[in-house]
């Protein structure tokens, strides 16, 4: 009886070790929220937005936003790396960048790629002292964001392009060729009986 009693102990005392460590070290804040979206923008760019505001006024100051982008995204307008207002207010600021997808290999298969943005972290002092506030951090969420092969008037099923250049195509042009040829070995005949 006591060894099971011991092993239920040792298995409460680590999963409460667990929580609290998580807990801990969650980036999670009582003083300041955010959130992270992404819209299409455009020609096969994206807008990216992280919004942030103080939950009460006069405990958050010198905002440092610090974003990450995956291997295959590029900012085109905007950075990923902002200082904000010397006290965040408890109305939303808002932080925008646009981005764009390069070098992938779109296919009839691959006509679209998904990407993980990954959580974009706010760091803030809790007092007005710059250098001897302590510092704190809260992250967004991590969003999805789909790539679409890019067309200019919108997408489209590449399979429909595939049927028209192997089947349609050819067949018009066997048909437009043929009646030429024998329009040009019609008017050959007609020119040697006179």
Not at 60 to 67: H, M
Not at 89 to 101: D, S
């Amino acid at each position: 009886g006591g060894t099971i009693t011991m092993k239920i102990s040792l298995l409460l005392f680590l999963g409460l070790l667990f929580f609290a460590v998580s807990v801990l070290s969650s980036p999670k804040s009582d003083l300041v929220e955010a959130e992270k979206t992404v819209q299409e923008s455009g020609y096969s760019s994206y807008l990216v937005t992280i919004k942030y505001r103080a939950l009460k006024a006069g405990h958050a100051f010198y905002a440092r936003i610090y974003d990450t982008l995956p291997a295959n995204l590029d900012v085109i307008e905007g950075d990923i790396v902002v200082e904000g207002p010397e006290e965040i207010p408890t109305e939303w600021v808002y932080f925008t960048y646009r981005v764009k997808a390069v070098d992938l290999e779109f296919s009839a298969q691959n006509q679209s790629f998904t990407f993980v943005l990954p959580p974009a972290q706010i760091l803030f002092s809790t007092t007005k002292s710059f250098d001897k506030g302590t510092w704190d951090e809260v992250q967004t969420k991590p969003i999805p964001l789909t790539v679409h092969f890019p067309v200019p008037r919108g997408y489209f099923n590449l399979s429909s392009l595939v049927f028209f250049f192997t089947i349609v195509f050819p067949a018009l042009s066997g048909y437009y060729l043929i009646s030429l040829y024998q329009k040009d070995t019609s008017a050959g005949k007609k020119k040697k009986q006179y």
